[in-house]
C-alpha cells in the first residue's frame, strides 16, 4: 500500500549538512501495523513526514498504491493526504483558536454537514476518554494527555486509510496509555493500516513488524517485551 524507495533526507546546518536518513527502504501492506523505534533525533518524525506526503525527500520515491505522491502537484498532494491519512502529530498542531470540538472537525469542515460531524467528533473524544465539559475549551487551557487524546481525535475523524502516529503515547499517563493502545488494537482489527513512531516498547509491540531507526538505516527489530 505503501512503499519508501531509496528514501534519502539531510539538513543544512550551520556546521554543514546533518545527513538524517540513508537510502531508505520501507513497505507496509494494506491492513499492517508498523512501529518505528529509535533515539532521539535519528529521524523517526522526519520519516514518518516524508511518508505522509508532508516533507520532500531529496532523493527516492514514496508512493501510495499506483501514486508516487511527490509527483503530484502541491494542491494534488494536499487532496490525496485529505482523502487518505490520518497524521498525529508529536507536538500536537491544535489551532490554538479553535475550540476542542473544532479543532477535531476541521479537517471535513467544508465538506460535510456541521450536524453530523459535530455527532462524529463527540463521538471520537468520548472513545479517547475526554469530558464533554472540555469540548468548548481552546487547546492552551488543556494538559498534555489532553491535547495528546484530542490530536488522535482529529486524526480519525476523516476515517482515513492510513494513520500516522508520532509518539501518540508520550504524553500519556499508564491508564490513558492502556486505553490508547487498546484502540490501536481495535483499529488494526478493523483493518486500519498504521504507521507508529514510539520510544514505549509497549506500544511498539503490538505492531506486525518493527523497525529500528539508528545512523541514518532503517532495520527490522526484534520484538522484546
Ligand atoms: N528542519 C530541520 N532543519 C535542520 N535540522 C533538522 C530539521 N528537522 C530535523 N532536523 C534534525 O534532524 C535530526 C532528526 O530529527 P527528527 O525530528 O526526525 O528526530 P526524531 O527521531 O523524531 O527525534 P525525537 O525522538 O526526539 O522526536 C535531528 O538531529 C534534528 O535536529
Ligand atoms: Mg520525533
Not at 490525496?80 to 491519512?85: A, M, T
Not at 450536524?115 to 471520537?124: I, V
Not at 509491540?205 to 526484534?222: P, S
Request: hydrophobic fraction near 40%; charged fraction near 20%.
Amino acid at each position: 500500500m505503501i512503499s519508501l524507495k531509496n528514501i534519502s533526507k539531510s539538513f543544512h546546518i550551520q556546521s554543514g549538512r546533518l545527513e538524517v536518513l540513508k537510502n531508505i527502504q520501507l513497505a507496509i501492506s494494506k491492513g499492517e501495523w508498523v512501529s518505528i523505534v529509535g533515539p532521539s533525533g535519528s529521524g523517526k518524525s522526519t520519516l514518518l513526514h516524508i511518508a505522509s506526503g508532508l516533507l520532500h525527500p531529496d532523493s527516492g520515491d514514496v508512493c501510495f498504491n499506483d501514486t508516487n505522491i511527490y509527483q503530484l502537484t502541491e494542491r494534488q498532494r494536499s487532496n490525496w493526504r485529505r482523502n487518505h491519512i490520518g497524521f498525529v502529530f508529536q507536538d500536537f498542531k491544535l489551532l490554538p483558536y479553535y475550540s476542542v470540538l473544532d479543532n477535531v472537525i476541521l479537517p471535513l469542515y467544508y465538506d460535510h454537514p456541521k450536524h453530523e460531524l459535530r455527532k462524529k467528533a463527540k463521538k471520537l473524544l468520548h472513545m479517547m476518554g475526554i469530558d464533554e465539559s472540555l469540548f468548548s475549551r481552546l487547546p492552551e487551557s488543556l494538559s498534555g494527555g489532553e491535547k495528546q487524546r484530542v490530536a488522535i481525535a482529529r486524526a480519525l475523524i476523516a476515517n482515513p486509510d492510513v494513520l500516522f502516529c508520532d509518539e501518540p503515547t508520550g504524553n500519556l499517563d499508564h491508564e490513558n496509555r492502556n486505553h490508547i493502545v487498546q484502540l490501536f488494537c481495535q483499529l488494526h482489527i478493523q483493518g486500519k493500516t498504521m504507521v507508529v513512531v514510539t520510544h514505549d516498547m509497549e506500544v511498539a509491540v503490538h505492531a506486525n513488524h518493527i523497525y529500528r531507526l539508528v545512523n541514518g538505516m532503517l532495520a527490522r527489530a526484534e520484538v522484546r517485551i
